[in-house]
């Protein structure tokens, strides 16, 4: 069994947005001269070519999100695939947006259908019920993302609610904090844990908050700065930290945040 490691997706990321300028066919050819490429196909059955994610679990494994396609897991040589027909590993929808682990070993998949529980060690789907505390109602609403925090907390999105659950020794939930925001109706929102601190970073209508969780059952969410201010109908589609900057992808282009000076560059 071969397993895949992969660097920093966000930095391919970047990668792949600086071959798209103007001087993109020199750029191409200099990166073909210093890296063996291997493409990945339907030819080689990948069961459709829209991927809207790709993570690594703990294992190694690969997990491609398709847009129509379901789930797949590739191990350098084949696919093990997930969608609503397969048995014993049916997911509720084929257009699957994401997926994260958490730390029991599970595989949180959010879809147009909703979040699908994925056992690492067998590959079978989990009943919902399994996760003594976990209400049915929030897993059967669309979710547009996913996230793991620093602390092995799951957030997940739907409409226009922002959801952290937290467990506890057993894997059971011991907590659920939500966040109801007009500005969280997006379907393409982004949120993560930038700080490695158990909250995360999120756009609320063009102004850049962290949330972290309040008394009772509810988040809050505070400003990080006046300078992370934007317009209201930006999409925030990743943020990435690298020592004391923080850079923050966007519909508008790629925005640099020092913490330290609080002075933003717009790229």
């Not at 789930?71 to 696919?79: A, I, K, T, V």
């Not at 799951?154 to 966040?179: Q, V, Y």
Request: proline share 3%.
């Amino acid at each position: 069994m071969k397993k895949i490691l992969i660097g920093s997706l966000h930095f391919i990321t970047i990668l792949l947005w600086l071959l798209l300028l103007p001087d993109r066919i020199l750029a191409q050819e200099a990166f073909a001269k210093h890296y063996n490429a291997t493409y990945i196909t339907m030819d080689e059955g990948l069961p459709a070519n829209f991927i809207e994610d790709i993570f690594q679990d703990s294992q190694g494994f690969v997990w491609l999100s398709l847009s129509g396609g379901g789930l797949s897991r590739y191990d350098g040589y084949e696919f093990i695939h997930f969608n609503s027909n397969t048995f014993h590993r049916k997911l509720k929808s084929n257009f699957v947006r994401c997926v994260r682990e958490d730390r029991f070993h599970r595989l949180w998949v959010s879809s147009e259908g909703g979040v699908d529980l994925i056992d690492l060690r067998t590959l079978q789907t989990l009943r919902p019920d399994k996760l003594k505390g976990l209400p049915a109602t929030l897993m059967n609403h669309p979710v547009s993302h996913i996230e793991a925090d620093a602390e092995g907390c799951i957030w997940t999105h739907d409409g226009n609610r922002l959801h952290r659950i937290a467990f506890n020794a057993a894997g059971n939930i011991e907590s659920i904090h939500s966040l109801n925001h007009a500005g969280i109706q997006k379907n393409n929102l982004i949120f993560k844990d930038i700080e490695q601190k158990g909250t995360v970073w999120i756009s609320l209508n063009g102004q850049i908050c962290n949330v972290s969780p309040q008394g009772g059952d509810r988040l809050q969410a505070v400003p990080v700065s006046r300078s992370l201010n934007f317009a209201p109908d930006i999409t925030i589609s990743d943020f990435i930290l690298k020592e004391h900057e923080i850079w923050i992808a966007s519909s508008q282009g790629l925005y640099r945040y020092d913490r330290n000076n609080d002075v933003v560059k717009h790229y």
